[in-house]
Every structure is written in C-alpha cells, then in structure tokens.
C-alpha cells in the first residue's frame, strides 16, 4: 500500500441510496481513514445519512449538506467536485493510509449547555483517542469544526472555538457551518451535519480529530485587501451589532466610506450582501486578510449587524476585493512551497464567493481549473474557521502531502 | 511604549505561533504587527493585550516571562 491513497466520487442521481451508491463506488478501497462528502439540500439527509451508516460500518466518516437558492442571489451550492463545479449531487472523498487516524464525535444541546457539552466531547473524543490535549504536536494533530447553528445561535460558534482554544492551544482547526436558505421562514438557516451517529439539522456541531504522519496545510485566502488607511473604532458594541463607528452611527460612516446611500445597505431581511461581500470589515495581520463582515443594518438602520463576534474598542479597517483567481492561485502556491507534492485537497470556500465569480463574470470552470491541484472536494457553505478562527468569505483548505517529500 | 508592544508581540509569536498573535490582534482590536516603534505611547492599549492575552488562556507566569522578555514592568 502506498502511504496515502485518495479517492473521489460524485453522483448526479436524484435517489438518496442510488446517489450514496454511485458515489461510494468510486471511493471504495481498503483501510479508509476517513470519508468526506458534500451533497446539496434537496437530498432527504436522513436517508443519505443511513446508507452512508451501511456503506460505512467502522469507518469515520463527516459530511455537510445544504446550500440552494437564496432570493436575489442564485444558486450558491457550488459542490467542488470531480466533473467540475456542481449545483447539485453528492460528492464524496476517502482518504486510506496507515499514518492517519480519524474520529468523527457530534456535539448537541448546545442552546442549553454549549461550553460544557463542547468541552466535554472534546475531552473525551481526546481520551478515547489517547491525545493529550495540552501538548499536541500541532504538525500531526488537527481537527475539522463543522456546525450548523449559524443562522440562529452565531454567538455559540466562538464561544466553542474559544472554549476549545483554552482547553487545546495547539489544536488548530478548520470547516465551516453548513447553511442554507428556508423559503418557509424566509432567512438563512442551518444545514445538516452528517456523522456515523446519524445526521443533524438543528442547532448541533461535530468534530474530527485527525492524527497524520502525512505532512499537512491549513491555508486561507480571503481575496481582500486594505481599502485605505483609515481606522474605524467599533462604538456601543452588543456582541455582532456595532452601534458606531468612530463616533458615528455605524451604517451611516459604512455607507459614505462606500459612497452610497444608508437606504442602499438594505434591511435587516433583505441586506445588499452585493455591497457587504465587496466591502467587509477586516484586519491585516502578517499579510492574511481576516475580515469582519457586515451582514445587514440594524433595524433602526443606525447600527451594523456583523456575521463575527466584536468588541467595544475594536478597530477595524474597510476591505476591498482582489481579483480572487490570483489570491486563490497564491494560496496554493504558499501551500505547494510546503508540501511539494500534494495528494490531496478538502477545500470549505464561502458560498458569497459563488456570487464573487457570477458578479465578476468568471466561469465557474476558471476557478476550478485553479483549484483542481490534486484529488479534491469541497463545496461552498458559510462561516469558514481557519486555524480555530471564524472568518467569512474566505476559501480556507486543508492539504495533504506526501510523505516522501 | 510601541517598542515594549513589539517584544511582547514577538515573544508570543515565537512561543505560541501566529495563530495566538491573530487571535490577539483580533481580540484586542488591533493589528499589533502593525505599530511601529516610534509610535506615540497609548497607556490603554498595553491592558488591554494583557487582558486578551489572559482571556486567550496565558497565565500570570507566562506574562511575567513576556514582560521581563520585553525588558519592561507592566
């Protein structure tokens, strides 16, 4: 056996056990260490997840469903597959080698109990799998973050990334929540979470802790930049919304710093996210782009309603777009410099960078020239976590090497 | 004051890696890699690295070894 075997499948069958069997087919080898896969929404996801469980007995495996159309904006789904870039179907990764081990454990009641049922399957899930959480050797240890209460808990999302932080300095992170738009509440809600102890639609999160003697890259690029010097110092802050800016109401200094109207950030349920994606918040530090994104007006239309967690004090300054083929292009090169070889890539871009592409009129094909490096899988979703960070409108990557190398 | 900034920064870089310093950038609102060493002193900023610093996990001790790293009191 060779010391890394990577496999992808993809299915466009419409039936959930067709779709799993087609997909599985093309992944199946022996000794997997761990199976990723992406499906959109349309799927039934507890009938996907059952015949992942039967396809998969003793096997790990994390999956992400959701995506679909948001009003205004298209389809975003965006699944990162082997026949190109996918509105829809399910696409699935195995990754066999003797030098990896996974564990896949789900995280629930978080409304009630975030911090201490977040700490306590971390804990365990470490205990079960002999990892000393105080002194990991972040280059053969990481973990994957999914969760799917953005839309309605976000404040739990950083509490958890906080939490686990404090507990595990050196267990970096990375994922994405899973997203997608309810037509029924007419806002963006949480998607499904897939793991061998069944799928999850409400308010849960799962982690995956990944032991590698595979050399490995978390990387990130957010395709923006400094729009100019000024600082903009965050006022009468309430966890995401900044009541002002530099002693402004906030969406008043946001939209002359744009050059337009208040009226034109939208509202609170229905926010020109066209505007917000080409202008976020952010900060530079040590040349990467972490931005801190406005996602509406506040309902008096006075104050910003962020998608990341801020502070009284903070200072932030105005982003703007760079062209996202060339950044995307520099985060692999950066990754390459390292790894030299890869065997495989698990990209968790942002479903706004679909809209990025259409609105600059790229091909979909153009971008997936630029990411099919090495066998890969993805799909576009919301809230990316890169190095245990929340970010947003990124493309954050997890990379596989050789060992040889 | 700037420069005191700089070794605190530079202290936890080379002992904690750049994922601590994002962190703390962010938490303090600042990009600290940012100052330069001729910038004007801002008393304030100093507290509240050191509160981000304490919220991000880092002990009395591990400050202490920061500031006598820094050549400074807090």
Known sequence: MKDINVKTGFSKKRNEFKAVEEAYSQIAQEKISL???????????????????KKLPNVPFIGIGGGGWIPMMGNLTGLITPKGIQDKGLVAMSIASDKIQAVVKPIHNLSENCKEESERVLEETAKDFNLDLKNLDPEKCFGLFF?????????????????????????????????????KKFRLIGGAIHTPEGCFEKQDAAIVLIKSEIPFVLEMSSNHQLAGDKVFKCGKVKDFVVGELNGRPAAEAYSQALGVSVR???????PNL???????????IRDKAFTRVVVAPSKDKKGLIFYQKMTEGQEIYLLERTDILEDTRKMLGRTKDILSEISAIIYFPCLLRIKTLR????????????????????MHMGGEIYGGILSSITI?????????? | MANEVKQFIDFFQEKRGYFFLARLCLKVGRDLTKIEESAPAEPELLGRIEKAAKELGVSEGELNEAIVQGERLF
Do not use: H, R
């Open chain 1, 147 to 183: 969760y799917n209460l953005f839309a309605e808990k976000p404040i739990l999302v950083e509490e958890m990334l906080d939490n686990f932080y404090k507990i595990a300095p050196n267990l970096l992170f990375v994922g994405e929540g899973t997203i997608k738009f309810s037509f």
């Open chain 1, 359 to 378: 609105d600059f009129k790229i091909p979909f094909s153009e971008m997936y020239d630029v990411l099919n490096i090495a066998p890969m899988v993805g």
């Open chain 1, 396 to 405: 954050t990557c997890l990379a596989f090497g050789s060992p040889n190398k």
């Open chain 1, 35 to 53: 199976v990723y896969f992406c499906l959109d929404k349309g799927y039934n996801q507890k009938k996907i997840n059952e015949a992942w469980q």
């Open chain 1, 264 to 270: 034109k950030l939208g509202s609170p349920m229905m």
């Open chain 1, 274 to 284: 066209a505007i917000m994606t080409k202008n976020p918040f952010g900060a530079i």
